[in-house]
């Protein structure tokens, strides 16, 4: 055999017999570890930044959590509060949106 022969894709793969075994709960299975990884604060300042992109909601100047609820602060004074008690990030926005959009 000659010492220029090229390594074949297969000979660098790792036989299956030394891949470690994978956990058996998946995340999505515990909704509390989900919460562990949403940083709700962060989500509401990321959702602030798309709304005032927005024809609709450009007058959105923050929006914050308070407790179990998030309130939306406007150019012209006013503030809007919504309960986001324990709901996910998802549903945080969801609830915001359809707030905002349908009052």
Do not use: H
Not at 38 to 59: H, R, S
């Amino acid at each position: 055999m000659s010492e220029n022969k090229k390594i074949s894709a297969v000979g660098t793969v790792i036989p299956a017999t030394e891949i470690e075994k994978s956990p058996t709960e998946s995340i999505t299975d515990n909704p509390e570890k989900i919460k562990l990884f949403e940083n709700i604060n962060q989500i509401l300042g990321k959702l602030t930044e798309v709304l005032q992109l927005t024809d609709k909601c450009c007058d959105v100047v923050k929006i914050e959590k308070i407790g179990d609820v998030a309130v939306i602060y406007f150019l012209d004074g006013r503030a809007e509060c919504i309960n986001i008690g324990g709901d996910s990030g998802i549903a945080v926005i969801y609830d915001i949106v359809k707030k905002l959009l349908w009052g």
